[in-house]
């Protein structure tokens, strides 16, 4: 199975209309989080509607706790990214190919 990665610079952040695009299926994606950027302030984690962004554990050079991406579940929203006032975040959606059809 071949997989394609879209990059989203800027997603729409309305869910309803990923379902539309997916037909009806959820949109798939995950994000990248600079941790040496990032200066742990939170905002990407308030409006994650899927709450799969959280603080970690571990300090960066700064000193500070940045976001962590937890693994599964993003639906590449693009919340977090529009969010960032660091822009530290890059978000990721799976590509589906479209079928030809036949005429």
Same mark, same amino acid.
Do not use: W
């Given at each position: ?17 990923? %379902?539309?695009?997916s037909g009806?299926?959820?949109?798939? &994606? ?23 962004? &959280? ?7 700064? &000193? ?8 599964? &579940?993003?639906?590449?929203?693009? %919340?977090?990214? %529009? ?21």
């Amino acid at each position: 199975m071949e997989r394609k990665v879209q990059f989203l610079p800027r997603a729409c952040p309305i869910e309803k209309i990923f %379902l539309r695009e997916s037909g009806g299926e959820r949109m798939r &994606g995950y994000i990248m989080i600079d941790s040496e950027r990032c200066k742990g302030c939170g905002l990407c984690i308030n409006v994650c509607p899927v709450k799969v962004i &959280g603080f970690s554990k571990k300090y960066n050079s700064k &000193g500070y706790h940045p976001a962590e991406y937890k693994g599964e &579940g993003c639906i590449a929203c693009g %919340l977090c990214y %529009l969010s960032c006032p660091d822009v530290c975040i890059t978000v990721f959606r799976d590509v589906k190919k479209k079928e030809k059809m036949k005429v």
